[in-house]
């Protein structure tokens, strides 16, 4: 507090304290809308670390016996590029979009823990800087994103011969940092389950809620089971390098195995709390920009659920190679195979609802649509991974790495993109340029297609994953070289976007409330919404009750009951 | 609306077609590498035949899917005067239809899947090659105790025989891969994973390390050499025969004695008996005895003369330029010693050799057959 006098009198006079000003609001606040935003634009910056990864490993690989990056750092690189990626990129920025979007969808004034969200963006923050500091300490996590032990042990527990191993702090960076990004997936996933459970406008049962909501529920059911493996995991192998036990040290009668088993229990169902956000978003936006409702709604929700419980049953597909008993392996084919048939039906489900209808194709539509073309590809060399002779010749070969990125990239980003493109307008009240969107969808559509698919065919001709460099002669050049051309021209895409961004925040055309004539609550109120969401609460008689409250005569609700 | 950039409907099966016909050419362009699709045994084989049925099933669904998504995009664009779409909400029928006909073919895959698998497994009975093939950083050891020999980075098999890899590892996890004759078992400490392979044809065919296992995985191939019966059981008898001795005061002479001091520690002494060859398996994994000198941390060299690669197939020697006595500048045995953290930085050769020490011992080296 100041004083000042005036005459012989002393009076207070109140500064402003530090929540109101504009950094401080920032800094304090609980509200779901600015903590969404502060998780999107953090995920994104995290986007751009780990792509500028990318187009290093692509550098140092686009030739054989490349001298860009030494053995070490390309080690690093390729290590940080999956880690920033996963867990930096994707699950933050789609916490962010749920963050903002799921209480606007189910009518709610904020997230049921407000405090306990705003805890868990900070500690994404704090712990993705604490990730990249171990650039800065000279011990980048070198271990793959997996930190397969024994590898990622101290050299004491690697055995005699083995050549280094972890001796640094590169393997504790990795744990400590992944352990800190557990702890807010998890404060955000409780969040997202009571708020949804709980929360939900009158009249919005669960069996109304947007597919958003929807994967967003089954998300963090995910979460909070699968993450206490990556725990329990990273835990042994701290206690392994520092406190002198032997979890994964095959010298004193542990397992190197165990490592892989209890990874990849929180592995799988990672890469559907990767992808089922994605699917809720692709499932919001292909029926605006159709103009007729999502085809087989309680499908694609149980499906999504299915999806689920079956993703903790499938782990050891990541570990065919290991010499498991064949019936086990047997086991593991059949469940990866079950787990196919949700997925394909969602994928029908989405053409059907394009099918019959009267298509926007602006960008938000274009990024759904080239979302279930990718998508498709990469369930499709996914399906082929599970057939487990086939999968002997090509695991930890670079047909993987075609899988993942068409299933990350073609799926999960482009999905993302959508959903920018898509709810820009309701966070910032202004449109991003059409034109420029469509220059980024399709140099990004070219940009994928060219780096990822030749990398099936350098799977099928022997390149291994997680190579430094390769020799001219094994007839892997050419591709290469077009993998690393095409993860140019999504760097080029990535700046398009960039200036679209910045040009359009700034000059943007202003958007109105519901510029797509869209479905769901979150449209009807204001673009961006007041700080209390809604000033009424809203009614909800169908799945689509602002489709209902703009075009009375046709509403759901006098059509169909659900 | 008319979309600024998008004009004419052929550009999408343009695109389409243009991936596939490149692929086809791609394929093509796989004659030199190790590819799946260029078996020479049972086991490739059967893995291999495989993916033809999953890419011809793959084929049909995605031309099928993605055709239909381009129809209802081109078909159901947004025209002028265009009405109002019904509002379809789903189909029970449709929904399950297509929910149990893909069910079906999944599980017809599954079948053939499950039957594979078992039959990749079950190595065949009947007189099988054993060899224990040992995973260091970042090279491959391979040991045969039926014959009491050891080498490295080749593996010489006869053809039309069985061969039983046993995978031994006391450091970290690796994997051995063989793509034209076998799909990869990977090489765990403390497990006894075994792979069984048969090659029908002879030749030399490229392996690889697929597991990540540290600063050198890139660098850690190696080949399996398929003989005629005749040829391996020549190489396994001149395995067998002690080192040869060079002449006194040779170069090469010389060059055993710089071998003897400054060598010797990592590679072992080389061999003068078949006694002396010391069983990976059991010398390099005893968790009672782990720094049990007899586990050597570089390769036995005592017939690295009959050997055409150096330190895990990352230089291919043709001893033809490395003659004692002739011009070096293209010998890559002479390049290696030079400068070995150069050409494979962190792995665990720290040497420094003058020019004469690399002409002496690139002498002595040869004369090892």
């Known amino acids: 507090m100041a004083t000042r006098t005036i005459d012989s009198a002393t009076t207070l006079v109140p500064r402003r304290s530090l929540g109101e000003t504009y950094f401080g609001e920032w800094l304090m606040t609980t509200d779901h809308k600015k903590i969404g935003l502060m998780y999107i634009v953090t995920g994104f910056f995290f986007f751009l670390v780990g792509g500028m990864e990318a187009l290093l490993i692509r550098t140092q690989l686009a030739f054989p016996n490349g001298k860009v990056l030494d053995p070490q750092t390309y080690n690093e690189i390729f290590t940080m590029h999956g880690v920033t990626m996963i867990f930096l990129f994707v699950m933050p920025i789609l916490t962010g979009f749920g963050n903002y979007v799921v209480p606007l969808m189910i009518g709610a004034r904020d997230m049921a823990f407000p405090r306990l969200n705003a805890f868990g963006y900070w500690t994404v923050l704090f712990g993705g800087l604490f990730l990249q500091s171990s650039f800065l300490f000279g011990a980048p996590p070198d271990g793959g994103w997996f930190q397969y032990a024994p590898l990622s042990e101290m050299a004491a527990g690697c055995g005699v011969h083995a050549v280094t191993c972890t001796p640094g702090a590169n393997a504790d960076f990795w744990v400590l940092g992944t352990l800190l990004l557990g702890i807010s997936s998890i404060a955000g996933s409780v969040n997202f389950v009571v708020t949804i459970l709980k929360l939900r406008a009158p009249g919005m049962s669960i069996n109304r809620m947007p597919l958003f909501s929807w994967m967003q529920l089954v998300t963090s059911f995910l979460l909070l089971f699968a993450l206490p493996s990556l725990t329990a995991a990273s835990g042994l192998l701290l206690l392994d390098r520092h406190l002198g036990t032997h979890f994964y040290q095959y010298f004193y009668g542990g397992d190197p195995l165990l490592w892989q088993h209890l990874f990849w229990s929180f592995g799988h169902p990672e890469v559907y709390i990767l992808i089922l956000p994605a699917f809720g978003m692709v499932s919001e936006i292909l029926p605006v920009f159709s103009r007729k409702p999502i085809f087989g709604y309680t499908f694609i929700a149980w499906s999504g659920v299915a999806i689920g419980f079956l993703s903790f049953t499938v782990w050891a597909h990541h570990m065919f190679a290991v010499g498991l008993p064949p019936v086990a392996q047997a086991f593991f084919a059949t469940s990866t195979t079950l787990i196919a048939i949700p997925t394909a039906v969602k994928i029908f489900n989405w053409v059907a609802t394009v099918y019959g209808g009267k298509l926007n194709l602006k960008t938000p539509m274009l990024f759904a649509l080239g979302f279930v073309a990718m998508f498709l590809i990469g369930g499709l060399n996914g399906a082929a991974l599970a057939v487990v002779p086939f999968d002997y010749q090509v695991t930890d070969t670079y047909f993987v790495v075609a899988h993942i990125h068409y299933v990350l990239f073609g799926g999960t980003v482009f999905a993302i993109f959508g959903g920018i493109f898509y709810w820009f307008p309701k966070f910032t009240g202004k449109l991003l340029d059409e034109r420029l969107g469509q220059i980024q969808f399709w140099l990004m559509l070219i940009g994928v297609n060219l780096t990822f698919f030749p990398m099936h065919l350098l799977g099928l001709f022997g390149m291994p994953r997680r190579v430094y460099t390769y020799p001219a002669d094994l007839g892997w050049n050419d591709l290469n070289l077009m993998a690393s051309a095409g993860a140019f021209i999504i760097g080029v895409a990535i700046m398009v976007f960039l200036y679209n961004l910045v040009y359009s925040l700034k000059v943007g055309r202003k958007s109105g409330d519901d510029p797509w004539d869209a479905f769901t609550l979150e449209w009807d109120t204001a673009s961006p919404p007041p700080k209390y969401n809604f000033l009424e609460l809203p009614v909800v008689r169908s799945r689509r009750p602002f489709f209902d409250k703009k075009y009375p005569e046709i509403a759901d609700w006098k059509t169909v009951t659900h | ?369």
């Open chain 2, 1 to 369: 609306m008319r979309m600024p950039l998008f004009r004419g409907a052929k550009r999408w099966p343009l695109v389409v077609a243009g991936l596939f016909l490149s692929s086809m050419l791609l394929a093509a362009c796989g004659e030199n590498s190790p590819s799946i699709l260029n078996t020479a045994g049972p086991v490739a084989q059967s893995e291999s035949g495989v993916f033809y049925l999953i890419l011809i099933i793959a084929t049909v669904i995605f031309v099928g899917v993605e055709a239909w998504l381009l129809y209802s995009i081109f078909r159901y664009r947004e025209r002028p005067g265009m009405p109002n779409p019904r509002q379809i909400h789903g189909s029970t029928r449709i929904e399950v239809l297509w929910t149990v006909i893909p069910a079906i073919i999944l599980f017809i895959v599954l079948a053939i899947t499950i039957s594979g698998l078992f039959s990749v497994a079950a190595q065949p009975p009947g007189k099988a090659l054993k060899v224990e093939v040992v995973g260091h950083q970042w090279w491959w050891e391979f040991y045969y105790p039926e014959y009491h020999i050891t080498t490295a980075d080749t593996m010489h098999v006869p053809v039309g025989t069985i061969v039983q890899a046993d995978l031994y590892s006391n450091n970290v996890i690796h994997s051995f891969w063989v793509p034209q004759l076998t799909g990869k078992t990977d090489v765990i400490p403390g497990h006894d994973n075994t792979r069984w392979f048969k090659a029908d044809k002879t030749g030399v065919y490229w392996g690889l390390c697929t597991e990540y296992c540290g600063l050198q995985h890139a660098n850690m191939k190696f080949q399996v050499s398929v003989d005629t019966p005749d040829a391996f059981n020549t190489w396994v008898t001149s395995q067998q025969q002690a080192a040869a001795t060079p002449p006194a005061g040779s170069l090469a002479a010389q060059g055993q004695k710089i071998f003897a001091q400054q060598c010797t520690s990592c590679h072992g002494i080389v061999g003068v008996d078949l006694k002396s060859d010391v069983d990976p398996a059991v010398a390099c994994n005893d968790p009672n005895n782990p720094n049990a000198a007899v586990c050597k941390v570089g390769p036995n060299l005592t017939h690295f003369g009959s050997r055409d690669l150096i330190a895990g197939g990352v230089l291919t020697i043709d001893w033809s330029k490395c003659q004692p006595g002739g011009d070096l500048s293209n010998c890559a045995l002479a390049k290696w010693l030079a400068d070995p953290q150069g050409i494979k930085p962190g792995n665990d050769m720290n040497v420094s050799l003058t020019p004469d020490q690399i002409k002496a011992l690139v002498a002595y080296l040869e004369s090892l057959k």
